[in-house]
């Protein structure tokens, strides 16, 4: 079978279906997808991908993006939100916001973000315990 349809797996379960936005489209708006996005073009708006999002090297995308994994090799701007590991290439270039389980940079990145890391960026997940105060040494304020 091609790429466009799903194929069984070697356990029997089904391979998530692949997206694509091509190299030289431009797309504004919402798109969801609970597969897997590959992203080569230039995209303005809201993404939701269930599965892996791949970011090529010509890819520009400006918006909110919610998604399962991430790998960054092009521009991004706006929010991410990655369910599990954002992996940044060494061309990639990201500003905003971004909140994700696990990440992975490659030298010669470009960050210009607010990031939180961690099982505590996804409170709704992360078993609950008391909040204990944090003093940041930018301001010297107490925080919870």
């Known amino acids: 079978m091609g790429m466009w349809k799903k194929e069984p797996s070697t356990n029997g379960a089904y391979e998530k279906a692949l997206s694509l936005?091509?190299?030289?489209?431009?797309t504004k708006g919402e798109f969801s997808t609970p597969g897997n996005l590959r992203i080569e073009g230039t995209?303005?708006?809201?993404l939701r991908v269930g599965g892996r999002l791949v970011i090529a090297p010509s890819a520009e995308?400006?918006?909110?993006?919610?998604?399962?994994q991430v790998h960054?090799?092009?521009?991004?701007?706006?929010?991410?939100?990655?369910?599990e590991t954002v992996e940044i290439a060494s061309t990639a270039k990201l500003?905003?916001?971004?909140?994700?389980?696990?990440?992975?940079?490659?030298?010669g990145a470009s960050l210009e973000v607010r990031c939180w890391v961690g099982e505590e960026a996804f409170?709704?997940?992360?078993p609950t315990t008391e909040p204990q105060e944090l003093t940041t040494a930018a301001d010297g304020k107490n925080r919870r």
């Open 95 to 107: 500003k905003g916001e971004l909140k994700a389980r696990r990440m992975e940079t490659q030298k």
């Open 21 to 26: 936005l091509g190299e030289g489209s431009h």
């Open 123 to 126: 409170p709704s997940v992360t």
């Open 72 to 83: 960054i090799a092009g521009q991004f701007s706006g929010e991410l939100i990655v369910e």
């Open 43 to 46: 995209f303005h708006g809201r």
């Open 61 to 68: 995308i400006t918006g909110s993006v919610h998604a399962g």
